[in-house]
C-alpha cells in the first residue's frame, strides 16, 4: 500500500459517510417540515371555526409548543450534523489507520503491537 | 512532472498523519438500546391512547382513561431521566462550552441540546400528554383536539426515535 491507495481509501469513506448523513438528516429535516406544516394548517383552520375558536389559552399552548418543536427539531439536526461529522472523521482515521497498520506490517513490526482501531481522542 | 506529483501526495499524506494523528472521536453518546425500546414501547402505547380517543371523548369517560395517561406519562419521564443523565463524551462537553453553541443550543435544562438532543423533545412530550390530559378530565376532548395533540406528538416522537436510531453506529 502506498500514499494515493491511503489516500484514496480515506476519500472513499469521508464521502460515503457524509453521503448517508446528508440523506438522514434532509429525510428528518423533510419529514419535519411537513408535520409542521400540517399541524400549522390545523391549528389556522381550529382556531377559525373549532375547539380552538373561543380559547386564547388552548391557542397559545400550541402556538409555543409549535415554537419548541421547532427549536428542538433544530437542535436534533445539529445533533444529526455532529454525528455525521464524528463518523466521517472517524472513517478518515480507520482507513489512515488500516493503510500505517499495513505499512508498518510490511515493515515487520509485530501485529500485536499495532491495535485494530485508531485510539479515541479524549 | 510525475515526481512532483508523488511529492505533493506524499506531503499531504503527511500533514494528514500530522493532522488526524490517527485518533478517532466521539461528539454525541454512545447508542442506548433501553432507551429505544423503552421509546418503541410507550410509543405503541402512547398511539393506542390516540386511536381510544381519536374521535372524541367526554370529561365522563375521563377515569376509564386516567390510568393510561399516568403509565404513559411515568414511562416517558422515566425515558427522560434516562436519556438526560447518560454520559456525553467529554470532547462534546468541551464543545458544548464553546460560546456559539452554548447560545444556540442549551436551555436551562439541558446544557448540552445539541449533543444529547432526546431530553427536551422527550420532555415536549410530556408537556403534550399532561395538557391533553388536563383537558380531557375538565371539559372532555373534541376529535379537533384530539388530532392537535397527535400532530404534535408525531412531531416530537418522530425526533427522539430519529436521533436515538442514528446513535446506532
Redesign the interface.
Known amino acids: 500500500m502506498n500514499?494515493?491507495e491511503?489516500?484514496d481509501n480515506?476519500l472513499g469513506a469521508l464521502s460515503g459517510e457524509l453521503t448517508d448523513g446528508y440523506d438522514?438528516i434532509s429525510g428528518?429535516a423533510e419529514?419535519?417540515g411537513r408535520?409542521?406544516s400540517?399541524?400549522a394548517e390545523?391549528?389556522a383552520m381550529?382556531r377559525i371555526d373549532?375547539?380552538?375558536a373561543d380559547d386564547d389559552e388552548?391557542f397559545a399552548?400550541?402556538i409555543d409548543?409549535?415554537k419548541?418543536?421547532t427549536?428542538?427539531?433544530v437542535?436534533?439536526i445539529?445533533?444529526?450534523t455532529?454525528?455525521t461529522?464524528?463518523?466521517a472523521?472517524?472513517a478518515?482515521?480507520?482507513a489512515?489507520?488500516g493503510g500505517?497498520r499495513t505499512i508498518l506490517a510490511g515493515a515487520g513490526v509485530p501485529p500485536n503491537l499495532l491495535p485494530t482501531?485508531?485510539?479515541?481522542?479524549? | 512532472m510525475q515526481t512532483l506529483y508523488?511529492a505533493h501526495?506524499?506531503l499531504?499524506?503527511f500533514f494528514?498523519?500530522f493532522l488526524?494523528?490517527?485518533?478517532?472521536?466521539?461528539?454525541?453518546p454512545d447508542y442506548d438500546q433501553a432507551l429505544l425500546d423503552g421509546l418503541n414501547d410507550a410509543n405503541t402505547e402512547a398511539l393506542t391512547l390516540f386511536a381510544q380517543v381519536e374521535s372524541g371523548s367526554t370529561a365522563e369517560e375521563y377515569p376509564s382513561h386516567a390510568r393510561d395517561y399516568a403509565v404513559l406519562i411515568g414511562k416517558f419521564g422515566a425515558l427522560r431521566q434516562r436519556a438526560q443523565s447518560r454520559y456525553v463524551p467529554?470532547?462534546?462537553s468541551r464543545?458544548a462550552e464553546k460560546k456559539i453553541i452554548r447560545d444556540?443550543?442549551a436551555s436551562e435544562t439541558n446544557p448540552n441540546?445539541?449533543?444529547?438532543?432526546s431530553p427536551?423533545?422527550i420532555g415536549?412530550i410530556l408537556?403534550?400528554i399532561r395538557?391533553m390530559r388536563d383537558?380531557h378530565r375538565e371539559r372532555g376532548l373534541?376529535s379537533?383536539?384530539v388530532?392537535?395533540f397527535r400532530?404534535?406528538y408525531?412531531?416530537?416522537i418522530?425526533?427522539a426515535l430519529?436521533?436515538e436510531n442514528?446513535?446506532k453506529?
Open positions: 500514499a494515493a491511503i489516500l480515506m438522514l428528518f419529514r419535519q408535520m409542521l400540517k399541524q390545523h391549528l381550529e373549532g375547539f380552538l388552548l399552548f400550541f409548543g409549535m419548541r418543536d427549536e428542538n427539531m437542535r436534533s445539529a445533533m444529526l455532529a454525528l461529522i464524528e463518523q472523521w472517524n478518515v482515521a480507520n489512515l489507520w500505517m482501531t485508531p485510539p479515541l481522542m479524549a | 508523488l501526495r506524499q499531504a499524506l494528514a498523519l488526524f494523528s490517527g485518533c478517532a472521536i466521539q461528539l454525541v467529554p470532547l462534546a464543545l444556540f443550543c441540546g445539541c449533543l444529547n438532543a427536551a423533545s415536549e408537556a403534550n395538557r383537558l373534541q379537533g383536539a388530532v392537535a400532530n404534535r408525531d412531531i416530537q418522530d425526533q430519529t436521533v442514528a446513535l453506529r
